[in-house]
């Protein structure tokens, strides 16, 4: 029987695909970043989305289990960051809802960009358990993202629930990257006008 009525495509570009050669591994944090600075790089490139790449790999292997880039404005649909779509495909492809299932290697996030809120409650309950962050929410505010409640306590409590965060990986690149793209006319697509101005 055939669905009716509204669809939701969760979905990366068909070049993501080139770009990640799906299966291969990535021996150092340094290679899985400049993979998610690439995707992210790219998607501003080809007119996809907004500066923002992520990955999710295998802990042990360095295999790479899936990629996402931004593509909020590409699906009109305001939860499609990086992470969320990574996430979302990585789940897809190991058949799980959770990516600490019992039997399957641990997992991790390397996003070219601090998660906003939303994306850091997402990095919680997907169940990787290691987060890799280039770019500072400070970076992606400064150019006009907004990012939403995220403060040290976030960290400190995902932390207590088994997710190590790493700082600072590829920071300069993908800072410039976040600059260029507001630079050249990117849409700033969920700048969020100061209370009392409503938008």
Not at 93 to 115: I, K, W, Y
Not at 168 to 189: Q, T
Request: hydrophobic residues 45%.
């Amino acid at each position: 029987m055939e669905a009716s009525g509204p669809q939701l495509v969760i979905d990366v570009p068909a070049w993501v695909d080139a770009v990640t050669a799906a299966g291969a591994s990535y021996a150092t944090d340094e290679q899985k970043m400049a993979l998610a600075i690439r995707l992210a790089r790219e998607n501003v490139h080809r007119g996809a989305g907004g500066p923002f790449g992520a990955a999710v790999f295998e802990i042990g292997s360095g295999r790479i289990v899936a990629a996402g880039v931004n593509s909020v404005v590409r699906r009109q649909n305001s939860v499609l960051h990086a992470e969320i779509v990574a996430l979302m495909l990585a789940q897809q492809r190991v058949g799980s809802f959770t990516l600490r299932a019992p039997g399957q290697p641990a997992h991790e996030l390397v996003t070219s960009c601090e998660p906003c809120a939303m994306c850091l409650g997402a990095t919680l309950w997907s169940g990787v358990s290691r987060l890799v962050i280039a770019a500072t929410r400070e970076d992606a505010m400064a150019v006009g993202f907004e990012e939403g409640p995220v403060f040290p306590e976030s960290y400190a409590y995902i932390a207590e629930r088994g997710v190590t965060t790493v700082w600072g990986v590829g920071r300069e690149e993908a800072a410039s990257l976040l600059r260029g793209y507001r630079d050249g006319g990117g849409a700033i697509y969920n700048a969020v006008p100061p209370p009392g101005r409503a938008g």
